[in-house]
């Protein structure tokens, strides 16, 4: 059993080590941005890229908040929205990217294929106060090329899978008579990774007032872009992401309840571990809580709670330690087969502080979209020590297990066997998921297969659920609860089960002041038959020296004799 939980935990370290290099960045997408734009950064930046997973007919909103102008300034205000089938093409783009993709009409990267919508603007004086930045009608999009295409085929409008003019004129009727409400720019034309570049840059002034300082030039301006969709501001992506949590959620409601229930019932012979399994439910229960509130939030208002997602990493955290803990006291048999831990107890207590530890930096810096080395920097080693901590466990899995068979314990016996088969089959559906999702997306050119990304934070949390189940299962409260306890005149090692461990301990090994025949007998050794001779002759006690001693009348015949001689 050791040895195959050895090779097993070799196998996933080397897997999860692949898993978390590659990982792709889990961040919610929100859906209104707020972009402030003034006559110092504009000549550091002057193009903007917002990026989202959109369902179709999804509506794209500009709208001008605000300004705040020393003197009238004209500036020119365009936009660009392109989709691609490349879903890692359009949220791997940072602001050096953008200059490559802004007003292209071709591929950029391979595979990219998509449509694009360009619209400008006449120039606007910053002082007018009033400024409508809708258009009347939304933009018929046109097919995104390859570089080598010509340039008729450049003009080719859009038409999912375009090949008869009835389609195209299909979609520009579509959009030409659509309803366009207010500040509304453009229209999602299929499901798919959408991004849209808005461009700013100050044309110059009509009336610059001569020799004025820095500050009687400078200017501000705010602009708002709004992403709405069927199902408010949620991300096509994440819409089953999202249910996903509001089920799971429901299930730990209804898991704790049904363990609450259980506990309450049996409540005088509940064992030590059950507290532990009722904590994680709970922590669980609250996790997906938090998580399906926070989707909630970005649904219905478009923007993300940063506090409330620090949060929710922190309890995942939370929880995420406190089940391997759990695992591991359970692997090591405490309370069902040793009464304390002893020793052990500072050594999980320091395992499960470190994987805290690490858990929490590596979520946070995550959720704020830190810089991918510090990300990878926090992962690995949070992989590393998941990897020792299943050793671990397989390895005192074995231990527990060997000791309860040497004991006949078969009620134990059966319940450690189940639960090391389902710590198994853990490892083994682990091992089958990331190698399917290093096949589709990490080793991808072009992540086309987005629709399932939702999986790759959805499996794991689903497998966590299946492997506390089985534990409330196997651990649950009933009448029989005393079974699984440990007893100290039954678990106690009796002589014949220390004898046994002690042969299998030393199994091999030449035994000191024994000697072995070729048969297999055993003889002793000299100072053994010594005291073999000490016990047969020596008497130990008055009684047995009683024969030894001469009686009166012998004494009496004794002397006689002696006064004949003389």
């Not at 941005?33 to 989202?52: A, M, R, Y």
């Not at 093409?89 to 595979?111: A, K, Q």
């Amino acid at each position: 059993m050791a040895t195959l939980g050895g090779m097993s935990v070799s196998l996933i370290t080397l897997l999860l080590f692949l898993h978390v290099i590659q990982q792709i960045q889990a961040v919610l997408q929100t859906g209104k941005w707020v972009l402030n734009v003034d006559s110092k950064n504009i000549h550091e930046q002057n193009k903007f890229i917002f990026t989202k997973t959109l369902f179709k007919d999804s509506t794209v909103f500009l709208q001008w908040m605000s300004e705040d102008c020393k003197h009238p300034v004209n500036l020119s205000i365009s936009w660009y929205l392109r989709s691609s089938r490349c879903y890692d093409e359009v949220f791997g783009l940072d602001n050096s990217d953008i200059n490559n993709y802004f007003m292209m009409h071709t591929e950029v990267r391979e595979g990219g294929t998509g449509f694009f919508v360009f619209h400008n603007y006449e120039p606007m004086e910053c002082g007018q106060h009033v400024h409508e930045l809708a258009v009347k009608s939304f933009d018929v999009p046109r097919k995104i090329m390859k570089s080598e295409s010509t340039a008729s085929e450049r003009e080719e409008t859009v038409g999912k899978n375009a090949t008869t003019k009835s389609e195209d004129e299909e979609v520009q009727e579509r959009m030409t008579s659509s309803v366009v409400p207010p500040y509304a720019v453009a229209r999602a034309w299929e499901d798919g990774p959408y991004m849209f570049i808005v461009h700013v840059e100050e044309t110059g002034s009509s009336s610059e007032p001569r020799g004025g300082s820095e500050e009687s030039k400078a200017w501000k301006l705010q602009l708002e872009i709004r992403m709405l969709g069927p199902y408010q501001y949620i991300s096509v992506s994440e819409w089953p992401l999202m249910c996903f949590y509001m089920v799971m959620c429901i299930i730990y409601v209804l898991l704790g309840v049904l363990w609450l229930g259980l506990s309450a019932c049996y409540w005088r012979d509940l064992l030590r571990i059950q507290f532990w399994i009722g904590g994680v439910v709970f922590l669980g229960m609250l996790e997906k809580a938090v998580y399906y509130a926070e989707f909630q939030s970005i649904r219905y208002n478009g923007v993300s709670v940063q506090g409330a997602v620090v949060f929710a990493e922190i309890l995942s955290a939370v929880k995420r330690t406190l089940a391997r803990v759990l695992v591991i006291i359970a692997s090591l048999g405490y309370g069902i087969v040793k009464p304390r831990l002893g020793a052990l107890l500072h050594r999980v207590v320091g395992v499960g502080l470190v994987y805290l530890t690490f858990s929490v930096v590596e979520g946070v810096l995550r959720v704020n979209t830190a810089q991918d080395d510090l990300v990878l920097l926090a992962a690995i080693p949070l992989a590393v020590l998941d990897s020792a901590l299943c050793w671990w466990i397989f390895i005192s899995l074995a231990q527990t297990m060997k000791l309860l068979r040497l004991r006949r314990n078969l009620v134990k016996l059966s319940l450690y066997r189940h639960f090391t088969n389902t710590l198994i089959f853990t490892v083994i559906a682990s091992v089958i998921f990331i190698i399917w999702m290093s096949k589709t997306f990490k080793f991808s050119k072009c992540q086309s297969d987005w629709r399932e990304l939702w999986i790759d934070d959805a499996f794991w949390r689903f497998l966590f659920s299946i492997v506390l189940l089985v534990i409330m299962f196997l651990w649950r409260p009933s009448i029989n609860n005393q079974r699984y306890a440990f007893t100290p005149l039954l678990d106690e090692m009796s002589d014949e089960e220390k004898e046994a461990m002690m042969s299998d301990a030393f199994e091999g090994m030449k035994m000191r002041g024994m000697k072995t025949e070729t048969n297999g007998s055993t003889i002793a050794s000299k100072e053994d038959e010594d005291l073999k001779w000490v016990e047969e002759n020596i008497p130990s006690s008055i009684a047995d020296m009683a024969p030894l001693l001469d009686s009166d009348e012998e004494n009496i015949t004794t002397q006689f004799e002696i006064s004949k001689m003389e």
